[in-house]
């Protein structure tokens, strides 16, 4: 099987070190080490959770003003590994500590709501149009861990959903999944519907003072050319009309 790796490029000097390092943290990982985690892990779920009707409620009116919204591969140049065609769209409240003031100024309960989570570093609406498919790939590190509330999702829940290391779930309307995208994953909307999430990457739980290491890499990807490329990319697309 062949894996895209969408990959910061601070993370490349590292080398072959990256390895070790993402083992230790599935070993040290307070959460364990597998491919989805029950929600019930973490206390903050049923908070983000208990938001949902107004995170929709923002969603939609963000649709009924016709307010632009960029493909990822507009914004992020790595992304065109994954997609090309604007099937793929994302509307940032937050990347690596990056503020999108605009969008947040549009969607304040939604911002609430992600600020409820620790450990944040990563939070926007991801929008997958009718048909779109995500090729398998990998997550750049795995210091992290992957949230998708389900905002709008298909009828048919079964023609839309994601695999990671092998197990496929299905997203629903106001309900979390939780996963470990360094693990091979991959996404699709086969209805004819757009499917919704609001997408957060957070902090992956550790002990001392292997969170502290987390910490300082996670640092690191947010001074990358990779994030700054993308918020240069972002002020583009902005000042172009989109």
């Not at 570093?121 to 991801?126: G, K, P, R």
């Not at 298909?154 to 360094?182: K, N, T, Y």
């Amino acid at each position: 099987m062949t894996v895209a790796v969408a990959e910061p490029r601070t993370l490349r000097f590292a080398g072959g070190l990256m390895p070790r390092v993402e083992s230790l943290l599935g070993r040290l990982s307070r959460v364990g080490n597998s491919a989805f985690f029950s929600p019930t892990m973490f206390p903050w779920v049923r908070r983000i959770e208990a938001w949902y009707p107004a995170v929709r409620g923002e969603l939609l009116n963000l649709f009924d003003s016709g307010v632009r919204v960029p493909g990822f591969e507009e914004i992020s140049d790595d992304q065109r590994k994954l997609s090309n065609d604007r099937g793929w769209k994302t509307f940032f409240l937050l990347g690596y500590g990056a503020r999108f003031e605009e969008n947040i100024a549009l969607c304040p309960a939604t911002w609430a709501a992600v600020r409820q989570v620790p450990g944040l570093t990563t939070a926007f609406f991801s929008i997958l149009e009718p048909g779109k498919r995500l090729p398998m790939h990998r997550g750049p590190y795995k210091g992290v861990l992957r949230y998708h509330l389900g905002v709008l999702v298909p009828d048919d829940e079964r023609l839309c959903g994601i695999e990671v290391a092998g197990q496929r779930r299905h997203w629903r309307e106001g309900h979390s999944l939780i996963f470990d995208d360094s693990f091979p994953h991959s996404a699709w909307n086969l209805s004819d519907e757009v499917r919704v999430v609001l997408f957060i990457d957070f902090a992956r739980p550790l002990p001392f003072p292997a969170n502290l290491v987390n910490r300082l890499f996670l640092k690191l990807i947010a001074r990358s050319g990779y994030v700054q490329e993308a918020k240069a990319n972002y002020r583009k697309w902005r000042a172009s009309g989109g």
